[in-house]
């Protein structure tokens, strides 16, 4: 909104023409969604203990766990809400990209508030049976997945692996599940990560960082062609999006850091995930998302391996999943899960990024 309404103005002021640089609006998105969220906190925690939205803990989970039942949850609100406004504010509202994410953000984000009301309703850990909760990602993955494949760019359905600077392989029409489970996948992912006080907080501030770097050097054609990496025009806008969604984490973290004040619930976590993923397929860096949100990965995989195998031997492979619940009750304190998974996501973080310079 300021590129549309001040930009043009240079020829009268000229300091408005720092409007056109994506780096100063990408700034300033994270500023002011960090603000939003920051400034929004109290009132946020206050509504909802005023409302009885309290979090609903696992009757089979960690027995540390039980002293979080009553903590406020759904303050993924107030992480959309920063992001929406910052989004409208400073992204260049004419690129289809701001669209897309817009709709994937609340979209995945309606699925979680559903999911929150009936477990906040019904005074339990139970919202949205399995199959409703994945039909409505399902729903919103694929309306995203058809879109983009209708108004495919040349890159859109070639699949990129990392330190390989062609494509691998033309999906064609398998695109389209491809990108479906891509994003209903990275959504259930940080939903599964979503179980210690600011756990996948830290985590996703570190991905977001990540892809807003990506996004910049995909506009790029320069820097997209010293990498040997798709140059995606109007890509770079993203990263003002990525920034914003840096900023309202960061400022949720404030409120979510142990002992957390407020949960994010799944309207945060669902929302937070799919937009992972679909930012992942803009940018042609869907392996590569793999391995920059390892962690995310390895949460959903313990989850997998689990179930799996406890249906077909009926014994554990973890002593409880996903994964971070397994070393709490090896001893591990709640803290230090938390900072050795951070850790590990910034390690992993670093080997994605170091791609780039190994094809």
């Known amino acids: 909104m300021f590129k549309e309404f001040l930009f043009p103005l ?6 408005f023409n720092i409007f056109q640089y994506i780096t100063f609006r ?7 969604a960090l603000l939003f969220s920051f400034l929004l906190g109290p009132w946020v925690i206050r509504r909802l203990r005023i409302l009885k939205a309290g979090q609903e803990v696992r009757e089979d989970g960690p027995k540390t766990h039980l002293t979080k039942s009553g903590t406020p949850t759904m303050g993924g609100v ?8 910052s989004v409208l504010l400073w992204q260049d509202l004419r690129t289809t990209y701001t669209w897309i994410i817009l709709v994937a953000l609340l979209g995945f984000g309606a699925v979680g508030f559903l999911d929150d009301i009936l477990k906040i309703t019904r005074k339990n850990s139970q919202g949205l049976p399995a199959w409703g909760k994945l039909l409505g990602q399902f729903a919103v993955a694929g309306f995203i997945a058809v879109f983009l494949y209708i108004r495919r760019t040349p890159y859109t359905t070639l ?6 600077k062609d ?6 029409l398998l695109w389209i599940p491809f990108a479906v489970l891509l994003q209903v996948g990275f959504s259930n992912a940080v939903n599964l990560t979503d179980g210690l006080d600011g756990l996948a907080t830290g985590l996703v501030i570190m991905v977001g960082i990540a892809f807003a770097a990506l996004c910049y050097l995909s506009g790029r054609a320069d820097y997209a062609a010293y990498l040997q990496i798709p140059n995606l025009p109007g890509a770079g806008e993203l990263a003002v999006l990525c920034m914003a969604y840096v900023g309202a984490c960061v400022g949720f973290l404030w409120y ?6 407020i949960m994010m619930g799944d309207i945060g976590s669902l929302s937070l995930g799919g937009v992972l993923g679909v930012l992942s397929l803009l940018v042609k860096k869907e392996a590569l998302l793999i391995i920059i949100g390892g962690v995310f990965v390895m949460e959903a995989a313990s989850v997998m391996i689990q179930v799996t195998y406890y249906k077909l031997t009926k014994k554990r492979v973890f002593l409880m999943s996903p994964l971070h619940h397994h070393f ?3 001893g591990w304190s709640e803290i230090k899960v938390v900072v ?3 850790i590990l996501g910034g390690l992993f973080l670093i080997v994605g990024l170091s791609t780039l310079k190994i094809q």
């Open 328 to 330: 709490e009750l090896k």
């Open 26 to 32: 990408s700034a300033y998105a994270a500023i002011t």
């Open 159 to 164: 699949l990129y692996l990392p330190m390989l």
């Open 78 to 85: 107030m992480m959309l809400f920063a992001i929406v406004l």
């Open 340 to 342: 050795r998974f951070w």
């Open 256 to 261: 979510n850091a142990h002992p957390a004040e």
């Open 167 to 172: 494509a691998v392989l033309d999906m064609g």
């Open 10 to 15: 240079v020829k009268y002021f000229g300091p």
